[in-house]
């Protein structure tokens, strides 16, 4: 019996799909911004950034089809950029159940604090969060896009390691 029918599928053809599921991600993610008008917080933006870089790693692992060391390198460069993502959905879930008593004042938008400040900077009030990062404004079955976006990322990392860090079969 076959317990593990997706991590037991060729290697390329994992890799493809994972590049196909971070493209589905990010086409939501542009669908819910441009066409249901729910207009994406910093910490959304660089998530966004985090599941493109994802992809990308799985896209070339999917077209390089690398042999052992070069799919293991490929296994990290996913988990750590799958792991990053994680880290910021972490951040902005937390944001997201602080009491309304401690969540912190909305900020400027991303696109002015990079105009102003250093990008160094820009990341640092970023990740100390705003208002407007707190703010529940979409959810599907219970939980909101920056926790499916947490399960998504460690979905994506624990199967692009184990399934780049295996021998093909």
């Keep these: ?17 994972g590049f196909l599921f971070c493209a589905a991600v990010l086409g939501y993610a542009y669908h819910a911004q441009f066409d249901l008008g729910i207009e994406p917080c910093p910490l959304c933006i660089f998530q966004r950034v985090a599941f493109l870089a994802t992809g990308v790693f799985f896209l070339l ?21 799958a792991l990053a993502g994680a880290a910021i959905a972490a951040r902005h879930v937390w944001l997201q159940h602080l009491p309304p008593d401690q ?53 994506l990392a624990i199967g692009g390691l184990a399934r780049n860090w295996l021998r093909d079969q």
């Design 1 to 17: 019996m076959n317990v593990c029918p997706i991590l037991c599928m060729p290697r390329r053809w994992f890799n493809l799909a």
């Design 61 to 81: 692992a999917a077209i390089h089809h690398a042999g052992r060391i070069g799919s293991r390198i490929y296994a990290v460069l996913i988990a750590l950029s």
């Design 103 to 155: 969540v912190p004042e909305c900020g400027p938008g991303l696109d002015y604090m990079l105009e102003v400040f250093s990008f160094s900077e820009t990341l640092r009030k970023v990740f100390t969060g705003s208002g407007q990062c707190a703010e529940v404004n979409w959810q599907f079955l219970g939980f909101s896009m920056p926790e499916w976006g947490l399960l998504c990322f460690i979905g």
